[in-house]
Nanobody, 121 residues
Framework: QVQLVESGGGLVQPGGSLRLSCAASGSVASINGMGWYRQTPGNQRDLVATITRGGWTNYADSVKGRFTISRDNAKNTIYLQMSSLKPEDTAVYYC???????????????WGQGTQVTVSS
């Protein structure tokens, strides 16, 4: 059983910062790409940032220069450092990982349960 567990969400004022974490646990054999997505009510889930096992990153235009994704392969964990937060960053943030739950299993996409980020004064 594989789980992605997110933490670090909460309420922050505009211009503030938050750091999200996502750890993959359970029978994880190998992980390819990992990333963060976000979703607001009535809308689709959108990409925020992704990172490969080798550390290559990709960001949505709306967060470039404000958010930084990083990864600790030894801990099967990714982070999202969010700075200069805006009210429009308010959303549920989901962690995603393309991983292998056993050495004989195929790579599949897994999602965390989501963590709420609210940017408001």
């Amino acid at each position: 059983q594989v789980q992605l567990v997110e933490s670090g969400g909460g309420l922050v004022q505009p211009g503030g910062s938050l750091r999200l974490s996502c750890a993959a646990s359970g029978s994880v054999a190998s992980i390819n790409g990992m990333g963060w997505y976000r979703q607001t009510p009535g809308n689709q889930r959108d990409l925020v940032a992704t990172i490969t096992r080798g550390g290559w990153t990709n960001y949505a235009d709306s967060v470039k220069g404000r958010f930084t994704i990083s990864r600790d392969n030894a801990k099967n964990t990714i982070y999202l450092q969010m700075s200069s937060l805006k009210p429009e960053d308010t959303a549920v943030y989901y962690c995603n990982a393309n991983l292998q739950s056993g050495t004989t299993f195929p790579f599949e996409n897994y999602w965390g349960q989501g963590t709420q980020v609210t940017v408001s004064s």
